[in-house]
């Protein structure tokens, strides 16, 4: 029979050996459950022992997006003989949305400079009923009018959140939209809801336009959902408290082929253009209108910029409006030109080749030249330098005309003045004695200006619409111009661009 202290040494052998093993540096992975419904999250929890720990960088489980990452961490001290002994437990959990069964694959964990290999695992998925018809309270799906589209070619994708009548939510959803890599994304208008059957459906519409050739997949959607916990009650007998629910929606793949033809739009579109005159006084704007319209997307579409030797070229940004009508997208492009000289000059022609997929036709859509005849030219062409295109495609100028030239008819005014009458003069003096003799009696007024001083480039929009009205506005805008595009040499009188904007708004 062994004495006690053979027993104690016996069982603290064991204790010891169980501890050293259990405290071991090493990995495991395990699934939070092995099975899981085609919409729900999944989680992949990996457990490293160790004081280092390196976990891959993983961001797709089997082809399927993680959708989110959280790393934790756990110390521990045990004595063993007066010795502490330290044990550090890290946590790392991933959530993804699967849609099919799967096998989680082994994954390598680096640990105190030593590899480390968790074991694969099979994951169920159970698929989920319709959102219309199923059982399930609430849930999200994602759909796409096309699964094959050539690049520039664009196409809906919609996104249903499905609530079952009756369920109280104590909370707004925290809804993230689909991943939508490779394309270029536009929400197609506001939330669409409704009821069918028993439940409440909300549509959420995207159009997307691919960018380039090969095989993407779009989504999931995912949200959190909150629902009131059961397991809690005040003393009313009143559910409170708020369980978080993560659901996400499937995911589709999409084909983006390479188009036939190379051109600048894909869809059917139609082009329309006016020029408000053909002859003009010098330095005057001859303005182009530009309209492309039809079915396909125009979001990432600019016109070819104008580049004229001596002639300054100014131009909006383009108003592109895109919309669906009949689950079709239709976009709208307009965008003008404005362009000053002081001798006669030609816009040229422009042209855009539209690919119709339907048709499988290459078609050109043109904008013909035109020829200006400027009138009343007063500078030498000599003292105008080319145009430069800037980087965002836009023409830039260095025109430098003599200050006499920039307002038609300032010589003249000139003259004019050294005419005046010597009564003019007396009366004047007059005038002015009595006007300070009565401005004493009359109560100070503090006045200030409704929408302050606009800055330059404000000013040149307001004023640009107004260019015809007076020879100052025309000066101001031609200074702002030829600034606005580097030239360090013109200098903006402050005092008189707030005079000439006080007018304009004065006159509303």
């Not at 169920?124 to 070619?153: C, H, I, Y």
């Not at 989504?219 to 809690?232: E, F, Q």
Request: glycine letters at 6%; zero cysteines; a positive charge.
């Amino acid at each position: 029979m062994l004495n006690r202290k053979k027993l104690l040494f016996i069982l603290f052998t064991i204790y010891y050996s169980l501890f050293t093993l259990l405290n071991a540096a090493g990995v495991e992975a395990a699934l939070a459950n092995t099975e899981v419904v085609a919409g729900n999250m999944a989680q992949l929890k990996i457990k490293a022992i160790g004081n280092r720990t390196e976990f891959p960088n993983i961001s797709y489980i089997n082809g399927v997006k993680v959708l989110g990452r959280h790393e934790s961490q756990n110390n521990s001290f045990t004595y063993i003989n007066g010795e502490m002994k330290s044990q550090r437990t890290v946590t790392l959990v991933l959530t993804f949305a699967p849609q099919k069964d799967m096998t989680i694959p082994s994954y390598e964990v680096n640990i105190d400079g030593k590899i480390y290999k968790t074991d694969p695992i099979e994951l169920k998925v159970v698929k989920s009923s319709a959102p219309n018809t199923g059982n399930n309270k609430f849930s999200l799906q994602l759909r796409t009018d096309k699964k094959s589209v050539m690049v520039g070619e664009p196409f809906l994708a919609t996104v249903y959140f499905s609530l079952q009548h009756g369920v109280r939510l104590s909370e707004n959803p925290q809804y993230n939209k689909p991943e939508f890599k490779g394309f270029f994304t536009k929400e197609a208008g506001e939330e669409k809801s409704y009821n069918k059957g028993n439940r409440q459906i909300t549509e959420l519409r995207y159009i997307l336009t691919p960018q380039s050739e090969g095989n993407f997949t779009v989504g999931p959607a995912t949200a959190k959902i909150g629902v009131a916990d059961r397991n809690r009650r005040d003393m009313f007998g009143r559910f409170f408290g708020t369980t978080w629910v993560p659901i996400a929606s499937n995911t589709v793949n999409i084909e983006v082929k390479k188009k036939p033809q190379d051109s600048d739009l894909v869809g059917v579109f139609t082009i329309e253009n006016s020029l408000d005159t053909q002859s003009v006084k010098a330095n005057k704007p001859v303005n182009l209108t530009v309209k492309i319209k039809g079915e396909g997307t125009l979001e990432d579409f600019e016109f070819p910029a104008f580049e004229i030797d001596g002639v300054t070229v100014y131009s909006d940004d383009a108003v592109i409006t895109t919309d669906l009508s009949n689950q079709s997208i239709h976009s709208t492009y307009v965008k003008r030109f404005a362009f000053i000289s002081d001798h006669d000059f030609s816009i040229p022609a422009r042209s855009i080749s539209v690919y119709d997929p339907g048709a499988q036709t290459l078609r050109t859509l043109e904008v013909p030249s035109y020829d200006i005849k400027v009138e009343g030219t007063k500078v030498s062409t000599s003292a105008v330098q080319p145009a430069a295109m800037s980087n965002d495609g836009k023409v830039q100028t260095n025109i430098k005309l003599p200050e006499s030239s920039m307002l038609d008819g300032e010589e003249e005014a000139v003259e004019d003045k050294n005419k005046v009458e010597w009564w003019t003069i007396i009366l004047a003096f007059i005038s002015g004695l009595a006007g300070m003799y009565l401005l004493r009696f009359i109560p100070a007024v503090k006045w200030k200006r409704k929408g302050g001083t606009a800055n330059e480039a404000e000013a040149l929009k307001i004023l640009y619409a107004h260019i015809n009205e007076s020879p100052e506005i025309e000066k101001m805008v031609r200074k702002l111009y030829a600034k606005k595009n580097g030239d360090k040499s013109i200098k903006i009188d402050k005092n008189e661009l707030r005079k000439i904007l006080d007018r304009l708004e004065n006159r509303k």
